[in-house]
């Protein structure tokens, strides 16, 4: 069966570094993968979506790769301040009707 | 406000009283789907919708129904709960841009 593996489940920085998180997949070719960030007690918010054709995708200070032959996905959070606390979900979708998560990686940034 | 709206968003209840947690969505997707997170399990689908009057399970659909008979509108009903479905509950809704909306979650403790 498919599995997403988020390498780190607390990544602590200082503000104004770049949060690198790494998200693995194995037995499965997805089109695409898609970053969420969840506060504690909130729904996931879409951050990110980046298909299989596409090396890097930004978002303001967010920027995600996608290395298909490696099955990973790297995420970086640039110039990091402490409202970028939170976890990141990785996600990836299946058959278009199944959108199957990683544990998360809880983020803290501080001041 | 482009949103999903669940309600309620805190519910204790009785082992064995059955309640409907309700969903409904304002951006027009035909898609939706309902999640419960654990921890240590994370994100868990329950059940999903394709259209109106399509219903189909997810990774742990026992003891849960769903409907869809409105495109907004896809409530999920526990017809007897037990202290096994206590859990954070999530509906989302998935538009063409792929990203899920999810809404803010409902918080549910049977005893």
């Known amino acids: 069966s498919q599995k997403i593996e988020q390498n780190s489940e607390a990544l602590n920085i200082q503000e104004g570094k770049t949060a690198t998180l790494t998200c693995n997949y194995t037995?499965?070719?997805?089109?695409?993968l898609q970053w969420y960030r969840q506060d504690p007690g909130r729904g996931p918010v879409f951050l990110l979506l980046i298909r299989e054709n596409e090396k890097e995708k930004r978002k303001e200070r967010l920027k995600v790769t996608f290395d298909t032959t490696l099955k990973q996905s790297l995420f970086h959070i640039t110039a990091s301040q402490p409202a970028d606390s939170a976890t990141y979900l990785c996600?990836?979708?299946?058959?278009?009707?199944?959108?199957?998560f990683g544990a998360g990686t809880t983020v803290t940034v501080r001041a | 406000e482009a949103q999903v709206t669940q309600n309620p968003r805190y519910l204790i209840t009785v082992t064995g009283k059955k309640l409907t947690v309700t969903c409904s969505q304002n951006m027009n997707h035909e898609y939706m789907s309902w999640y419960r997170q654990d921890p240590g399990l994370g994100l868990r689908q329950i059940y999903y919708s394709m259209n109106v009057e399509v219903t189909d399970k997810g990774d742990v659909p026992e003891g849960y129904k769903v409907s869809r008979k409105e495109k907004r509108n896809f409530p999920l009903i526990l017809e007897s709960p037990s202290p096994n479905q206590t859990s954070l509950y999530f509906c989302?809704?998935?538009?063409?841009?792929?990203?899920?909306?999810f809404g803010s979650g409902t918080r549910l403790t049977v005893v």
């Open positions: 989302a809704s998935k538009g063409a841009n792929y990203g899920y909306t």
């Open positions: 037995n499965y070719s997805p089109a695409y």
């Open positions: 996600a990836l979708d299946l058959n278009d009707y199944k959108l199957s």
